[in-house]
Structures are given as structure tokens and as C-alpha cells.
Nanobody, 113 residues
């Protein structure tokens, strides 16, 4: 069974940082593009960042320069380092594998003073 389990979400003040981690099992991790999506209240789910098996990265314009996605193929994990967080980053963050083929359960990130 494919499982993607996120951790690291929480409450942080504007300007703060969080690091999300996603642990994958049930897939040959190294061959999958891995990504982070988010869904804010009243909004559609959007791609935040992804990383291919070769390490090529993509970032949405809204997070470019603030977030960094990385993967460790020896640990089957993908991380999202989030710096200089803004209230508009508040959302449920979802780990994905194979673009949108598989999803984690989501982890809440709340940015509020």
C-alpha cells in the first residue's frame, strides 16, 4: 500500500520558518516526481513545489525564493523548508507522488500573529 505521511506542520508567526517532511512507502521512491501542494480555505489546491527524480525543482511564483524542496532517495523522504512565512501561506499542505497519483493526508500550516 502506498503511504505518504507528512510531519512538521504547526502554528508559526509571520516571518518564521517551518520544515515539512514527507515519508513515503509502498513505491519505488527514486523514480517518482515528488511534490508539495497546498489548499487554503475557499481556494483550489495548488502546486507549491516539486522535484523530479533527477533533482530538478519547480516553485510557484508565490513561494519562489522563500521555500526549498529537497529529497533524500536513501530515506524515501521529501522535505519543504519554508522561510519568511506569510499569513497567505496558511493552508493544508499535501505531499504528492507521481505528480498527482498519490497523496498524503495533509498537514496544517497556520501563519498568524
Amino acid at each position: 500500500q502506498v503511504q505518504l505521511v507528512e510531519s512538521g506542520g504547526g502554528l508559526v508567526q509571520p516571518g518564521g520558518s517551518l520544515r515539512l517532511s514527507c515519508a513515503a512507502s509502498g513505491i519505488i521512491f527514486s523514480v517518482y516526481t515528488m511534490g508539495w501542494y497546498r489548499q487554503a480555505p475557499g481556494k483550489q489546491r495548488e502546486l507549491v513545489a516539486d522535484i523530479t527524480r533527477g533533482g530538478n525543482t519547480y516553485y510557484s511564483d508565490s513561494v519562489k525564493g522563500r521555500f526549498t524542496i529537497s529529497r533524500d532517495n536513501t530515506k524515501n523522504t521529501v522535505d519543504l523548508q519554508m522561510n519568511n512565512l506569510k499569513p497567505e501561506d496558511t493552508a493544508v499542505y499535501f505531499c504528492s507522488a507521481g505528480r498527482t497519483a498519490y497523496w498524503g493526508q495533509g498537514t496544517q500550516v497556520t501563519v498568524s500573529s
